[in-house]
């Protein structure tokens, strides 16, 4: 571990790692665990839930999901009735707390920020910043390096070149910091 690196020590009373490196939380609400798929190194903290019971939902490696946040799949209502989607999350992204994510996908390295409300069926680009409390619409689409903020929310800036390894590095500093004590 770096020097510098503020460690955070989970309990192993409240936190599991599994065999792909994921530390989750114990009693987060993990519904259809047979339709998530998590690729690896990620970590759900305290209070989350994935609802995987009604469709897939499909995360990439060094993805960290704060507290109290709620990400299921998405849907569309036809004429018959509805349709499921399945949600995309990328590799290395990071979900502040108390956010609720309904969209089909969440781009790689991007970064949604605390009490961010993320639509039905909208797709947010790699490389991404939802600001904190930013509530974005059902059916939105947002381009790759955007910074997303406002209700309803709208692009309002670019992010940097270099976001991919900016947030590539912070996500797997972050996945080294929380650390299951033994």
Aim: hydrophobic residues 40%; aromatic residues 6%; charged residues 20%.
């Amino acid at each position: 571990m770096d020097e510098g690196l503020v460690v955070v020590k989970l309990s192993p009373d409240e936190y599991t790692q599994t065999n792909s490196g994921n530390k989750i939380f114990k009693n987060a609400s993990i519904f259809g665990s047979q339709n998530i798929i998590i690729h690896g190194k990620s970590i759900l903290m305290r209070d989350c839930m994935l609802r995987g019971d009604l469709t897939g939902i499909r995360m990439g490696k060094f993805c960290f999901i704060g507290e109290r946040t709620l990400i299921r799949a998405s849907h569309r209502k036809f004429s018959k009735g509805a349709t499921m989607f399945p949600m995309h999350v990328g590799d290395c992204v990071i979900v502040e707390e108390d956010c609720v994510l309904v969209a089909a996908q969440i781009g790689s390295y991007t970064h949604i920020g605390k009490g961010a409300i993320v639509g039905r069926s909208s797709i947010i680009k790699e490389c991404c910043k939802v600001e904190a409390g930013a509530v974005i619409p059902s059916d939105s689409t947002f381009p790759p390096f955007s910074v997303i903020a406002g209700n309803p929310a709208r692009v309002v800036g670019r992010v940097p070149e270099c976001t991919q390894e900016l947030i590539s590095q912070a996500a797997k500093e972050l996945y080294e910091s929380y650390v299951i004590q033994r």
